[in-house]
């Protein structure tokens, strides 16, 4: 069976053409830029038959309709093209952002489906119209061909009540739905089960703390399998300090910024979006740039990789004391899987609590899920490499196959 797995961003469009019979990834490619007056467009191909290239070049994009017909394209051509005709997909899985309470589980999509994502558009106003748009136009590039709806927000609506309501007016959730929905979700419920696999548990007899660390951070408490807590929150800006994101601050800031910097609210989430976090304090949200200032003497590199370590240590205490026991500590994402100073620094005074890294495991880089902690730690400390579009694709034949 081969799933295209399409991700609609809100200036970009991500997508992975697996065969999930082989097990193997026949392309992946991603158009950047749109809607800019320059963007690009690169796709990598990896099956046997053929040949091993990526190609990449520039070009305008309009939008993301526009960006549908060019991937559609792009995998048909002479040049890059690795189908003979897109009718030899058998499914379609989309990366939706948001899903409300409406969603708690992966959909096949109908007109029904549709419809409510686009009701939950005020919840997510730069994503989700993104994701409606590709799903629209692959059903028309796609004629007949099943397509699922998989939720960022779905693996963290078994958080309870206590956890996902703010202390506001109850108004405030009952007539506008504002609430903790979480994102990261199809990444931190793949890592889950990659987890429990490797422990050799099952999943819903293990506990562990997912630690999702990259441009865009998050974690999430999973009690015997399900999501009890999660640090991103109405928006993916809550939570653990981030690339570009500042994560949770004083909500009182806003209005004292609004009238001391003379900023409007628009002004001000594009600055708590785009200009803050690692970028805000030292300039740079490349951990590799921040190390290499931080060995050069650079003291806001150095404090950025302090405030930022400091946040998941203490959200890995919050989530320990939450879920009273834990099986292991799981880090993943760009910066989890492959920063050894970073899951060093995040775990570091964390003894008392059962945590103890080995530390030549911790700096000895090798593929695939693994352990990194002492013999004598309590708690299992992982490195699991995250892969959202198997997550996708593997959630899309489940549906499908049961459809038929």
């Known amino acids: 069976m081969k799933i295209l797995v399409i991700n609609c961003g809100s200036s970009s469009l991500k997508y992975q053409l697996l065969d999930m019979d082989a097990r193997s990834v026949i392309a992946n490619g991603v158009i950047e830029r749109i809607g800019e007056e320059t963007g690009t467009v690169s796709q990598q191909n990896h099956p046997d038959e053929w040949p091993d290239r990526k190609n990449s070049e520039d070009v305008r994009v309009k939008d993301h309709e526009a960006a549908m017909r060019l991937m ?11 189908l003979r005709s897109l009718s030899e997909i058998d499914a379609l899985g989309h990366r939706v952002v948001q899903g409300g309470e409406r969603f708690s589980k992966p959909e096949l999509i109908t007109p029904e489906v549709i419809e409510s994502i686009r009701e939950t558009i005020p919840l997510a106003p730069l994503h989700n119209p993104a994701n409606l748009t590709g799903i629209e136009v692959a059903e028309e590039l796609f004629p007949g061909t099943p397509g699922v709806a998989v939720f960022d927000t779905e693996f963290h609506q078994t958080i309870p009540q206590k956890a996902f309501m703010y202390p506001l007016p109850k108004a405030f959730y009952t ?91 628009a002004e001000i989430d594009s600055v708590l979006n785009k200009e803050s976090g690692l970028t805000g304090i030292c300039g740079k949200n490349d951990f590799r740039d921040i190390h290499a200032a931080r060995e050069k003497g650079d003291k806001d590199a150095q404090l950025a990789f302090e405030m930022f370590t400091y946040r998941v240590r203490k959200t890995i205490g919050a989530y320990m004391a939450v879920l009273k026991t834990v099986d292991a500590i799981a880090f993943t994402a760009g910066i989890g899987e492959n920063d050894q100073f970073v899951r060093a620094a995040a775990c570091e005074g964390l003894e008392r609590l059962g945590v103890r890294l080995d530390s030549d495991e911790n700096t000895t880089r090798r593929p695939g899920t693994r352990s990194i902690h002492a013999r004598d730690s309590e708690v299992a400390v992982l490195i699991v490499p995250t892969d959202e579009e198997l997550e996708i694709a593997q959630a899309t034949r489940a549906l499908v196959e049961n459809k038929h």
């Not at 559609?72 to 690795?82: E, I, P, S």
């Not at 800031?253 to 001391?260: C, D, E, G, R, Y």
């Open 175 to 265: 007539e506008n739905k504002i609430r903790k929905y979480g994102f990261h979700g199809t990444s931190h419920k793949y890592v889950t089960k990659a987890a429990c696999d490797h422990l050799g548990k099952a999943v819903g007899e293990t506990n562990l703390i997912t630690v999702h660390l990259g441009n865009g951070c998050s974690m999430a408490a999973v009690e015997k399998g399900r999501c009890v807590d999660t640090t991103m929150g109405f928006t993916p800006l809550a939570g653990l300090m981030m690339g570009t994101r500042c994560g949770d601050i004083d909500p009182a800031i806003h209005a004292f910024v609004a009238k001391h910097r003379k900023l409007s609210l």
């Open 72 to 82: 559609a394209g792009k995998l048909t051509d002479g040049q890059w093209g690795v």
